[in-house]
């Protein structure tokens, strides 16, 4: 019963903010005042903190979750970064939203840019302004060779109105949720994630790896509930929640010519296998398999 109460009220909470961001929306669209535009922008960056707040007061009303979290400490509401996560389920979305929305900028999701003409959804996505991305295939490309490097010059340019709004864009490395099944298909290395795919996070740092003040490494975890962490928070049975926060700085490891630049690929490969290593021995430790849980930050100083 209080998974469709918990569903319901979620989905309305949901309803509620999206409508009144697509009305601000249509303001936003028929009215191209810059500083109008930028103000209904940050009023409805404020809407997705409430809905975000009112999802965390929910859940933890209905359920007696253990929030465990560590690192974070230097984050700002006033920067711009870039945050890195492993991917299990729904559930992430609502944690990253939940932990985040009160230590830094509302968060937001590079979407393909098919999505914005979809009812509703590419509207309220466009006024929260959600970067949208344009990318070819590789046939399409040795089809149409002058097309190349297009679809970063347009990723860049839906960035560039976050050059004076403070910005935290997400990305699950992954690119898909981790199960045992697409392990196995993968030949993952790891005991708890999937191979990292480099491509989508060098895209984003090509478009605006400038503009990042850190890297935010998070690892998200349910011990207690790892098979279906999303129905079992909405059932009120989730009993803790796991999140380790690791700032990681834009250096010369990620900034640079991934698409053109052989020996700068490599390198920033061996980076984010590093990351995912150090990661997939975190969560060894948290769901107590055979290594301890680490410091990253303390084992990255230890390796230097």
């Known amino acids: 019963m209080l998974l469709y109460l918990n569903a319901f009220l979620v989905c309305l909470n949901t309803a509620f903010w999206s409508v009144l961001i ?7 669209m028929l009215l191209p005042i810059p500083a109008l535009q930028r ?9 997705m903190w409430a809905w975000a707040t009112g999802n965390h007061k929910l859940l933890n009303l209905t359920s007696n979750v253990e929030w465990d979290i560590q690192g974070g400490e230097t ?13 299990l389920s729904w559930t992430d979305i609502v944690v990253i939203f939940s932990v985040f929305r009160n230590r830094i900028p509302m968060a937001k999701f590079f979407l393909k840019q098919q999505l914005l003409y979809v009812p509703f959804l590419g509207m309220a996505c466009w006024a929260v302004d959600m970067p949208f991305m344009k990318r070819y295939s590789r046939q399409y490309l040795l089809k149409h060779p002058e097309k190349r ?40 290395p790891y005991n708890n994630l999937l191979p990292p795919k480099t491509g989508g996070v060098a895209y984003t740092l090509g478009a605006m790896g400038d503009q990042f003040d850190a890297i ?46 052989k020996a700068f690929k490599r390198r920033f490969h061996q980076w984010l296998n590093d990351v995912w290593e150090e990661k997939d021995v975190r969560l060894d430790g948290i769901y107590g398999n ?6 990253i930050t303390e084992r990255r100083k230890t390796a230097v």
């Open 149 to 188: 490097g297009s679809d970063l010059d347009t990723t860049r340019k839906s960035c560039e109105r976050f050059r004076h709004t403070p910005t935290t864009v997400v990305n699950f490395v992954e690119g898909t949720r981790f199960t045992n099944e697409k392990k196995r298909q993968t030949r993952s």
């Open 216 to 261: 935010i490494n998070v690892t998200v975890a349910y011990p207690d509930n790892h098979h279906l962490p999303f129905r079992d928070l909405l059932s009120g049975k989730m009993k803790k929640i796991v999140v380790r926060i690791d700032t990681l700085p834009v250096d010369e490891n990620v900034k640079g010519d991934y698409f053109n630049d």
């Open 22 to 28: 697509c009305c601000f929306a249509l303001i936003k």
């Open 75 to 87: 984050l700002r509401k006033d920067g711009w970064y870039l945050l890195i996560c492993n991917h």
């Open 290 to 295: 055979e290594q301890p849980e680490v410091d």
């Open 39 to 47: 103000g209904i922008t940050r009023l409805c960056n404020g809407m």
